[in-house]
C-alpha cells in the first residue's frame, strides 16, 4: 500500500474523484489552497507572502474596489476557510500598519466601518 498526495486544478477535481473511486480506499481528504498558483515550470508557487492581511490585500487590488467594510472582509476570510467573525480585526490590523486609512468619523465603528486602500509607496531607484 502507499499513500499518494497530488494536487489537482479545481476545474478537474470532480473527474480526478469519479476516477480514484475504484482504486482508492477510504474517502480523499480535500483541502482547498488559498495562495497557490501554478508557476511556468508546473509547480505550485505562492501568490503573496502567506499572510492573511497580504492575500485580502491582493484581492482587494483584483477586485479594483478603492474602499473596503467588514462585510468584504467577512466574505475573504469565509473564502479561505477562515471565521468571517475575525473581518474587523483584520481590517484594524491593517490600518494599524498603515495599509488601510479608516474613512469617515465616529460614527462608522465595529461592522459599519469603513477603510480606503492606501496605495503602497513606490521605492525610488
Partial sequence: MFRVVFFVDDR???ESLVRLQGLAQGAPEV???ANAKVGRNGQLVAETSGTIQDQFLKRVRDL???EVN????GEFL???GRSPSNATSLLSRLAK????HKVGGKSGRGNRATYRVVAPKREEK
Fill in 31 to 33: 483541502q482547498p489552497l
Fill in 64 to 66: 479594483g474596489v478603492a
Fill in 70 to 73: 467588514a462585510r468584504l472582509a
Fill in 12 to 14: 478537474k477535481l470532480g
Fill in 78 to 80: 469565509k473564502s479561505i
Fill in 97 to 100: 500598519i498603515k495599509m488601510l
